[in-house]
Each structure stands twice: as structure tokens, then as C-alpha cells.
Nanobody, 124 residues
Framework: QVQLVESGGGLVQAGGSLRLSCAAS????????MAWFRQAPGKEREYVAA????????YYRDSVKGRFTLSRDNAKNTVYLQMNSLKPEDTAVYYC?????????????????WGQGTQVTVSS
């Protein structure tokens, strides 16, 4: 089993910044992807960004490109999502997820492990 613990959510004004963290523990894999999803009230869970752990390559959905940045700390098995220039439409519960393999899947059903989520609220 893999345990994922997110932190860093909160309330921020539009244009502000937050940094989310996702710490992984438990079983480890040599090849996996860590991703961030978000879900706003009444909407489906959507893919935000992902990092292929072995290579460090990243992927972002178009609406967050240039504003959100992924980074990782290998020693801590932690991935960070730096979110700048936040907009009210970024308001959602943000989830960290892990899937085995190297495919940067966008479908949440492709992911094996999930964190509990952290709330991000951006006021206008």
C-alpha cells in the first residue's frame, strides 16, 4: 500500500499563491507517476498536473500552464505543486494520486492510490 498525505491548501485572494505538498510513504515502485487532480463542487474530478518520477518529466493541463509548477524532493518522496496567479476558477479540493508505470494518464480511474484531498479556495 501507498499512503499519500496532502497539505498546503487554504484561502487566498485572486492573484495570490499557494504551494501544495504530497508526501508518499509505504510501498515504493521503481517506475510511477504522481499527479494532482482537483474537483470543484458539482463538477467531475479533473487532471491538473503530473510528474513522471523516474525522469522528472512533467505535464500540465492548458488552463494552469505558466501558473502552476511541479517539483519533487526524491529524498522525502514528496511532490510540490506551486500555484501562482490563482484564479477563482481554481477553487476546488486538490487530490494527489499515484499510478504505477510511466504513462501520464489523465483518467482518474487509472490511478491506484489517492490522498485525502486539500481544499483550495480563491476569492475574487
Amino acid at each position: 500500500q501507498v499512503q499519500l498525505v496532502e497539505s498546503g491548501g487554504g484561502l487566498v485572494q485572486a492573484g495570490g499563491s499557494l504551494r501544495l505538498s504530497c508526501a508518499a510513504s509505504g510501498r515504493t515502485f521503481s517506475n510511477y507517476v504522481m499527479a494532482w487532480f482537483r474537483q470543484a463542487p458539482g463538477k467531475e474530478r479533473e487532471y491538473v498536473a503530473a510528474i513522471r518520477w523516474s525522469s522528472g518529466s512533467t505535464y500540465y493541463r492548458d488552463s494552469v500552464k505558466g501558473r502552476f509548477t511541479l517539483s519533487r524532493d526524491n529524498a522525502k518522496n514528496t511532490v510540490y505543486l506551486q500555484m501562482n496567479s490563482l484564479k477563482p476558477e481554481d477553487t476546488a479540493v486538490y487530490y494527489c494520486a499515484v499510478r504505477r508505470g510511466s504513462y501520464l494518464a489523465e483518467d482518474p480511474d487509472e490511478y491506484d492510490y489517492w490522498g485525502q484531498g486539500t481544499q483550495v479556495t480563491v476569492s475574487s
